[in-house]
């Protein structure tokens, strides 16, 4: 079986192909031309070729659109789940910026999504259902993959209190280090979907920014064992790259790129080819839906 690990992040609500500067303006970006990508990625899908979409967060924060929305226009916030329905998403990850303009427009934004949001560092004191699922596990022909999410703890560094009362964010390396031992124990292939970026450059491993927490995304490559692919955001960086061994990709921002991780499996259920990619979506059409 080959699996393929497809992944938008820090779309930021760029849903049309445009940058708002003017009204004919048409952009090399956007969610729906990566959905005309993440169609004919998932062409076939079956027990040979099992595609896997994730969204890996700041989807619904950031766009001139988000903001009409957001403060003239509440009715339509459903309007980014369902979307994200339409793209097959099997799994999302909150973004910092899903938490800026509160829970309970957060909560109207992802009123219509048919697939699990994974929160596994974020403790919610009030147990709301939008924070109750750390990870999950799919299956296909008696393989099985468990996708594990995590959002960047600076988020309660940086957004007001106001809007996210009750909440606590855990450290992400580690909540991954009593998580992700537990899920190969339930799965085949795990997976890490984490808002947040890498700290270090992948080749020399030298720091690329502050090590204050905010990204941590090489200490998790260095810390915790288990992992089988990871899907960073947040910086906006566009990467594709091994990293000790573990297929990383980041797809930078407003829908420009698609990540996919290709990861091919013999009959034992061992990972035999990993292969980390970024592709463009410049040359491809919006998709009208």
């Known amino acids: 079986m080959q699996i393929k690990l497809i992944s938008t992040s820090d779309v930021h609500g760029y849903l049309a192909p ?12 956007s969610l729906s031309r990566a959905a005309t990508l993440i169609a004919q990625l998932t062409q076939q899908d079956d027990d040979q070729v099992w595609p896997i979409v994730i969204d890996n967060g700041d989807y619904v924060q950031g766009s001139p659109l988000t903001y009409f929305i957001a403060r003239r226009h509440r009715a339509l916030a459903p309007l ?9 998403v099997a799994a999302g990850v909150l973004g910092n ?12 934004c992802e009123s219509s999504r048919h697939y699990p949001m994974l929160t596994a560092n974020i403790h919610d004191d009030q147990q ?4 109750s699922q750390p990870y ?8 099985k993959v468990a996708i594990l999410g995590l959002t960047t703890q600076f988020v309660s560094r940086w957004e007001q209190p106001k809007n996210i009362a009750g909440l606590h964010f855990e450290d992400v390396v580690e909540c991954a280090k009593r998580w992700v031992p537990k899920l190969h124990e339930l799965a085949d292939v795990v997976v890490v979907a984490y808002h947040g970026g890498l700290e ?5 491993n030298a720091p690329t920014e ?15 064992p288990g992992i089988d692919a990871m899907i960073p955001g947040h910086p906006h960086r566009k990467l594709a790259v091994p990293i000790n061994g573990v297929p990383v990709t980041q797809p930078g921002m407003k829908g420009a790129n698609v990540g996919v991780i290709t990861l091919d499996m013999n009959e034992q259920r061992q990972i035999i080819r990993r292969e980390p990619n970024v592709l463009s979506v410049k040359e491809t059409q919006p998709n009208a839906d």
């Open 80 to 88: 980014y789940s369902q979307l994200a329905n339409c793209n097959h």
């Open 97 to 108: 910026h899903e938490f800026n303009y509160g829970l309970d427009y957060l909560d109207l």
């Open 128 to 131: 709301r259902t939008l924070f």
């Open 200 to 204: 270090r450059d992948p080749q020399t």
């Open 18 to 29: 445009t940058d708002y500067s003017r009204r004919d303006h048409v952009a090399p970006f």
């Open 136 to 143: 999950t596990i799919l299956e296909r022909a008696g393989v």
């Open 210 to 224: 502050r090590l204050n927490g905010e990204t941590r995304g090489s200490a998790l490559l260095m810390d915790v």
